[in-house]
C-alpha cells in the first residue's frame, strides 16, 4: 500500500541513510589536465609518487620593472614545449606521459600529438622509462592508458600511409583502462602498476 | 737579430698554424644554466640522458587572440616554481636538481634554496630519485654536486640554529667535483655515475 504524504512527497529519511549516487558527478565537467593534477596532488600528499605538470613554455619579448613591485610580464608568447606535459618519479621508476582529450568516440585521432612528443617519448623509452599517453574520451567518460611503444608504432605506421587515429577497439586491446574512484578520482597509478609489471615482462592478464 | 717590418706588426703566421689557446675560454663568462642546458642537448643527441630545464612558471593576467596571428600574453607574473628546475631519466634512474651560482669563495649560502625546493628534492630521494645540487663558484670555475641528503641536512640544521652556508671544504668532503671538458664542457654525468655508485653502497672512492 502506498501512502500519499501530503506535500507530494516520500518521507524524508535521517541524512545518514540517504542513498548516495554510485558514480561522483560533481567533476563530472573536469578538464583532464584538472583531473590529472587533482590526482598527482593526491599522490604527492600521501608519498606515493611524485609527478607535476610542467609550465608552458612561453617566450619574453617585453618584461617591466618596475620599482618596488614585482616584474611584469608586457609581452610574450606561447612556444609549443619541446617535451609531454608530465613526468616525475614513482617507486623509483622515471614516469614520463601526455594527456590527450578527444570527444570523437569510436577512435583517437593521431593529429593529436606532434613529432616532437613522439621523439621524446621514444627518447625517454630508451633511457627504460616507463612512457605513456592518458588519452580521455570526453563524451564516453572513458580513460585509457596506451602505452608509448603502441603509440609510436601506431604514429610510424601514418607517416607511411597508415590509419591517422587509433581505433577504440584496438584501445581496448592494447591500453590499459584507467579505473575512477574517489581519492583520487581518476586512479592512473593503478594502470601504470600493470604498464611497469608488462615492461618488466610479467603477465598479469 | 729582430727584424722590424714596415707596419710595426710581426710576421702574419698562416692560419692553420696559429698558436690556440689550451683551454676553450670562449665560454668562461656563460651562466650555469647555459652551460647545464649545453650538457644537456649533448647527452640528448647522444642518446645519453633525457634532462630538460622547466620552463620558468608564469601567472597569466592579460592573454589578447589577434584575428590571424599568435595568442600574446600582455600581463603576466612569475611564479615561484613548486619544484626544481631540472629533471629527467638517465640509465633509468630520475634524476632531479636544481643548480645554483654563488659568487663567494670560502663557502655557499643556503639561502639560495628555498623550503619547497628542499622539499621536493625529499620527496624525490624517498621515492629512489637521483637528486642533488649542482652549485658553481662562478670566481674558483669550480663545480660540486652536493647530494640532496646533505643539502637537506644542512638545511634542518639550518632551521635548529646551525650554520647559514656549507663551507667549501665540507663540499669538498661530501661534494663531487664537476670536470670540465669539451663536449660536453660541464661534464656533470659523470659525477651523477658516482653518486649512483654511493647510493647503491657501492664504494667507488
Known amino acids: ?29 573536469m578538464s583532464l589536465e584538472a583531473e590529472i593534477n587533482a590526482s598527482n596532488a ?13 609550465p608552458t613554455p612561453i617566450q619574453l619579448v617585453k618584461v617591466d620593472y618596475p620599482k618596488r613591485s614585482a616584474a611584469v610580464v608586457r609581452e610574450a608568447y606561447f612556444r609549443r614545449p619541446s617535451t609531454t606535459d608530465y613526468n616525475g618519479i614513482y617507486h623509483g621508476y622515471y614516469i614520463d606521459f601526455d594527456a590527450k582529450e578527444t570527444k570523437n568516440v569510436t577512435s583517437f585521432p593521431l593529429k593529436n600529438f606532434h ?7 621514444a627518447a625517454c623509452l630508451k633511457q627504460g622509462g616507463i612512457c605513456f599517453a592518458l588519452i580521455k574520451f570526453t563524451r564516453l567518460t572513458a580513460y585509457y592508458l596506451l602505452p608509448a611503444s603502441h603509440l609510436i608504432t601506431a604514429w610510424q605506421k601514418q607517416a607511411q600511409g597508415g590509419k591517422h587515429s587509433i581505433p577504440l577497439a584496438t584501445l581496448k586491446q592494447v591500453g590499459i583502462p584507467v579505473q575512477l574512484g574517489l581519492h583520487p578520482r581518476l586512479q592512473y597509478l593503478s594502470a601504470v602498476d600493470q604498464l611497469i609489471a608488462r615492461q618488466k615482462g610479467v603477465n598479469h592478464e
Do not use: C, E, W
Open 115 to 121: 613529432q616532437h612528443q613522439i621523439d621524446h617519448l
Open 42 to 54: 593526491y599522490y604527492l600528499a600521501t608519498n606515493q609518487a611524485v609527478i607535476h605538470k610542467k
Open 1 to 29: 500500500m502506498t501512502i500519499h504524504y501530503p506535500n507530494g512527497q516520500g518521507p524524508q529519511r535521517p541524512a545518514q541513510s540517504r542513498p548516495q549516487p554510485a558514480v561522483n558527478f560533481a567533476d563530472r565537467g
